[in-house]
């Protein structure tokens, strides 16, 4: 039995990138031989197996067959007789399909083992797949993507590109889960240039089927485009902020039907909705003062009175995009310097269990607070 580390601990130890997880390919192997070993299985695809000390992932080296829908209908088979090259050749590109044997110490050594060329691809900066197999993968399109925005100085092979349109052609992206679908966005959001994710959703056609329909058509828009590059590189390249952005031109209720859609945590979900709602009161504002009233109900929106933290953040990117917040910063200060037991002790005794009296005057003492910032 042979053991190599293989894939992106390759790829990026090539490139000086730091590498943060290593996986490992196991030939000429078995299952009763790795569990002897003591190795603890734990694939329910496929064999993999826990190393008995590291607790690092083993997997036997295997084959695939496509025998249904989506990314998950695959037939694997494992066998000692499974070659090295055998394994690599169902991996997604050439820069992902390299190896290096790993010693008893656990370390690497030897030649990088590189039969298709992946060396070649990585030095010319080109995405290109493996083998015609790649095709039949709908979750290869989205990984594609999401590298291109960590890797933006890399281009798509030809060959590859068209590979990608027949993913969408086909129709199999309707059988990725909502949940991977997600999680291959999010990555690219938050990678280098997260254009770069949207442009190969664009040029494969696969936008329609996977953003919301507001978003693909603004994305079209070269003055769009271009605005969404300049305000990523403004802010930070949270999850929270860099999803606000790209969702801010939409109206919050179609950002809550694709968040659904897409299993978007609800956390990252409530950020951008309230964002997109602050672009709706700013834009409102833009050419006359603010209104207590709207500020007030914005607040209340952002339960600003619960998560203060959040309507901060929300704010400070409002502002890095050249938003005129101020007002509401003013405001907003206003408000949690209310004396919140004058407040009740301003309240009838009898009504105060009563909370729609109680609601009634904090709603009072905050448009009051707003009012008073605005006319400073």
Known sequence: MK??????????????????DIDYVVVGSSVEEMIAKGYRPVGKDFPVFLHPETQAEYALARTERKTGQGYKGFHFYADPSVTLEQDL????????????????????????IDPYNGQEDLAAKIFRHVSDAFAEDPLRLLRIARFSARFPEFSVAEETLIALKAIVQSGELNALSAERIWQ???????????????????????????????????????????ALITHFSCASNGLDERCAITLMDLPAGEIRSWADCVRMPIEVRDFCEIFSDLRVLVNKHLHHSYQATDILA??????????PERAQAILNLADKLGMNVLSLVN????TQAINTTEIIASIAVEDRSNGERIGSAFES????????ALNS
Do not use: C
């Not at 293989?6 to 490139?15: E, H, K, Q, S």
């Open 365 to 372: 003492a905050r448009l009051a607070a707003i009012t008073a």
């Open 331 to 334: 405001a907003m200060k206003n």
């Open 89 to 112: 050749e169902r991996r997604d590109l050439t820069i992902n399909a390299m190896a290096q044997e790993v010693g008893a110490d656990g370390k690497q050594f030897g030649p990088i």
């Open 3 to 20: 053991v190599y580390a293989v894939g992106g601990a390759i790829r990026d130890t090539l490139m000086g990138l730091p590498v943060h």
């Open 184 to 226: 291959e966005l999010a990555r690219g959001l938050i990678a280098a240039k997260p254009m770069h994710l949207f442009q190969v959703l664009l040029t494969t056609g696969a936008a329609s089927a996977l953003l919301p329909p507001t978003l693909v058509t603004k994305l079209s828009e070269e003055s769009f485009r271009e």
């Open 298 to 307: 914005w607040f209340n929106r952002a339960d600003l009175w619960r998560k």
